[in-house]
Each structure stands twice: as C-alpha cells, then as structure tokens.
C-alpha cells in the first residue's frame, strides 16, 4: 500500500448488531485483506484465507461477465490513469477474491476464487463478509448518516411511557380474568397469586432474553425485551378472547375452534421482536424464521386435533358464555334444535356399534388366554 498520511477511507470491522468493533485506516490503493500478517488489513479469523480479498482502483472497468457483477453506478473516465497510491470519486474500486475456499459474501451474493466486483465509491458504504468476519469499506466521499442525540437515543430504547401503559393495561386484564374465575372467599389469595406468577415470569423471560442479547450484542436491551412481552402478553390475551367473542355474537363455531391461529401468530410475532434485539442486522431471515415457525405450530395443532378428536377444530362445540346482551344470532327455537340433532342419530349409531364390536373381540381374546 502506499505511504502513509491522512487515510482515504476506513476498514470497519461491524458486530452482530452492526456496531464498529475495529477500524483499520486506509492510505492508498491496493489493499489487501487476510490471515497473513503482510496484509494491509490483517483478521484473526479462521475462516478467513491467508489473502482473502484485494481492492484496487480502476479508470475504466472492463465489462463484467456476470450481470449483476456492478453493485453501484459511478461515472467513468473516458482516458487517463489511476494513481494506484491514492485515488478520486471519479474512479472505481474492483474487489478481486483471492484463493479462499468460503469466498465473499458481497451484496446477495458469495463470490468465488477469481472474481471481481466492482465496489460503490459513492453512495452508502458497502459490505461485504470474509469467513464469519462482516466489514465494512467507508471513504472520504461517501456521506454519513446524521448524529444521533444521545438522549434520544435512550428515550427510544426505554420507552418507559410504553412500558407503563403496557403493564396497566395487562395488569388490569390479569386481574378481571382472576375476579371471574376465583371463588369469592379465595379472591385474594387467587389475586396474590396471580400477581407473583406475572411478575416473576415477566422477570425470569425478559432476564433470558436480555442475557442472550448481551452475549451476541453486548447491550442487555431489558426494556425491549419488557416492552415485547408486555404488548404480546396483551395481544395473546385479545387474540384468544375476540374469536370466542365473535362465535358467541354471531352463533358460528368456526373462530372459536380456531382460535389457536391467532394465538399462534402473536407468539410467532412476538419471538421475532426477541430476536431482532439478538440478531438486529438480518431482519428478512428472522421474519422468515417467525413466519416457519407459525406455520410449524398451526400444522403440529391440526394434526393433534384431529389425532384427538378427529376434528380439525379444537372445540367440539362452544363451551363459554358472555352477556346475552351481545348476542346477534338470533335464538333457535326447541323443535328446530331436536330436528338438527337428528343428523347426529347416524353418526352415533356407527359408534356405538363399533364399541360394542371392539368390546367382544377383546371378551373372546380373553377367553382364549
């Protein structure tokens, strides 16, 4: 590389959560990166080859042999040369891989032995993975993105308005539930319990995850992870009420026997906000991952039902009850009821039989023992 100075630009090497971990000046052009400690860039990855990866300057790029090979359009020189120590906006920077067995992870893409790509000099910094290694290539003209206000920064993290409104609403709910379902002489000990199994679960859930946070992240995120399970605490609750709710209002089974789905899907919602606190810089993976494991949980719930009961829905019929008031449905009358129940005649025939059938087979089978 070239000699030293005021350096061009700079070698970020980024954490999990996209924080600068180590930052290496760059002075001049090229720059190699790797193991080998002749390198401008010098990791300590093992993944990472002896000269994993060189980037240099290049007036003109020859035409790329794979379409996609142009991450960012910058203008080109029509003639001249490139100082190879220093370099402008106006000219390129190819990224050649060197002889690696796991390549570049570069754009959406991993680039093998031998290939070149032709890196932005304007525009967001670009960033590309070596081994288990993410970097990042920052240079003078490249623009930054706005400070941060520090205050701010730690308001939005806590959210304590969020947090408080979230517990109210949620220990208000908790409390409704205990007073409908407790004995009247056993109240207060049912809502004493009520409030220690919230509050030490709410605190043993967030306590794992904030643990996990610090190990990959190395910022606990406490409140994020409260916020979340609150929210989703409240959201579970209104999913598993509001289709029981609506089968009641309008006399259809349907949403009450799936009401699972819903449930399903706030915890499937709930673990992706988790995870992003643990995992911030890939987002699309881990909605896929919450989208797999709703999906998962939905099948493995059909198959148990009908494993149970034959039955794709969880209820075999509507077993609670809310204010007649908001009933829509209109009443059916007794001899309408009798004459429905008549279609069950067959249905429970054919069991009845097949019970008393199974019950001699086992008789005879005991006989001849």
């Avoid at 304007?122 to 706005?146: D, K, V, W």
């Avoid at 009641?248 to 992003?276: E, I, K, N, Q, R």
Wanted: aromatic residues 8%; contains cysteine; hydrophobic residues 50%.
């Amino acid at each position: 590389m070239g000699t030293l100075g005021s350096p061009i630009g700079l070698v970020e090497l980024l954490g999990r959560d996209g924080s600068v971990r180590q930052s290496f000046a760059v002075h001049g052009w090229p720059l190699r990166i790797g193991r080998a400690l002749d390198n401008d860039v010098v990791l300590s990855d093992a993944h990472v080859a002896p000269v994993h990866l060189t980037i240099a300057p290049q007036a003109a790029p020859a035409a790329p042999a794979v379409s996609d090979l142009v991450l960012h359009d910058v203008p080109q020189r029509a003639h001249g040369t490139v100082d190879v120590a220093r370099t402008d906006a106006a000219a390129h920077l190819t990224l050649t891989v060197g002889e690696t067995v796991n390549g570049v992870l570069l754009g959406t893409r991993r680039w093998r032995t031998g290939e070149r790509a032709v890196l932005p000099v304007t525009g967001p910094a670009p960033e590309f993975t070596l081994g288990r290694t993410r970097l990042r290539l920052r240079l003078a003209g490249q623009p930054l993105p706005p400070e941060l206000p520090v205050a701010a920064a730690a308001l939005d993290d806590a959210r304590l308005g969020s947090i408080a409104l979230a517990a109210v609403v949620l220990l208000a709910a908790l409390l409704f539930q205990t007073y409908l379902d407790a004995d009247p002489d056993l109240l207060g000990r049912a809502v004493a319990a009520t409030l220690l199994t919230a509050v030490v679960g709410t605190m043993v859930w967030c306590g794992l995850w904030a643990l996990l946070s610090k190990m990959f992240t190395h910022q606990t995120r406490f409140a994020w992870h409260l916020r979340v399970f609150l929210w989703a605490w409240i959201a579970w609750l209104a999913a598993d009420v509001a289709p029981r709710l609506l089968a009641f209002v309008v006399s259809w089974p349907a949403p009450s026997s799936f009401a699972f789905v819903g449930t399903l899907g706030v915890a499937a919602v709930a673990f992706y906000f988790h995870l992003l606190a643990v995992e911030p810089a890939r987002p699309k993976l881990l909605r896929g991952v919450a989208l797999v494991g709703w999906c998962v949980g939905v099948g493995v719930m059909l198959w148990f039902n009908i494993q149970r009961g034959d039955r794709l829905g969880e209820e075999l019929y509507m077993n609670h009850l809310f204010p007649p008031a908001l009933r829509l449905a209109k009443p059916v009358a007794s001899d309408t009821f009798i004459e429905r129940l008549q279609s069950l005649q067959p249905v429970l025939d054919k069991k009845a039989k097949e019970a008393a059938s199974g019950g001699e087979s086992n008789a005879g089978a005991g006989d001849e023992e």
